[in-house]
C-alpha cells in the first residue's frame, strides 16, 4: 500500500472533522441537558424539547432521549462533563458512563465522578474505561452484595482484579495490565 500524500491528508481530515463533531456534541449534549427541565422550549416553540430536536433535527426518538438523558445526568458529573468538553473522554464514554451512573445515588454519582476524573489521564482503550466504569457503577449500587474483584493489594503482582483503571475499579494497587474483556 503506497501512503500518497493526498491520502495522508485524508487521514488528518477525518481526525480533525471527529474531534470537532465530538467537540460540538459535546457542547449539545450539555446544552439539552440544561434546557430539558427550564421549558424554554415549550415556551418558545410551543413542544417538549425532545419532540422539538426530532423536528427542528430529525434525530430519531432514541438519539434524543439519549442526549437529553445524558446532558442531565452529566450535571451530576462535572468532571465528567468537563472531560467530555476538552476531548478527554468521547461520546461512545459519556453514553456509557452516564447509562451506569443513572441507576446510582448522588453520592454514589459523586464518587464515580471522582474516579473517572482521576483516570482519564491513563486512559488508553477506551473500552478499558467503560469496562471499568460499569464494574464500578455495580459495585457502587450494591456494595454489600458486591461480589467482583475487590483487592487492596500491596503490589501489582498480588492484585486479583490486574484492572488497568485501578482508581475507577476502587482498587488500591497499580497495574499495567488490561482489564479481562466481558464475554
Known sequence: MTNRCSDVEELGLLLDDVRRAEH?????VIRAGRLASSGVSEAVEGLPLDLFLGVACRLTGADRRMLIAAGEAL???PAVAALFIEGAVSWGQVRAITTAAKRLSADARAVLDAR???SAAD???PDDLVWAVQAAADEL???ARWSGPRC??????SCRCRRRWMVVCGCTAS?????????
Open 123 to 125: 486512559a488508553v482503550d
Open 116 to 118: 473517572v476524573a482521576a
Open 175 to 183: 497495574s499495567t495490565r488490561s482489564p479481562p474483556r466481558r464475554s
Open 152 to 157: 487492596a493489594a500491596a503490589s501489582p503482582a
Open 75 to 77: 450535571a451530576d458529573l
Open 24 to 28: 460540538h456534541l459535546a457542547r449539545a
Open 141 to 143: 449500587r450494591a456494595p
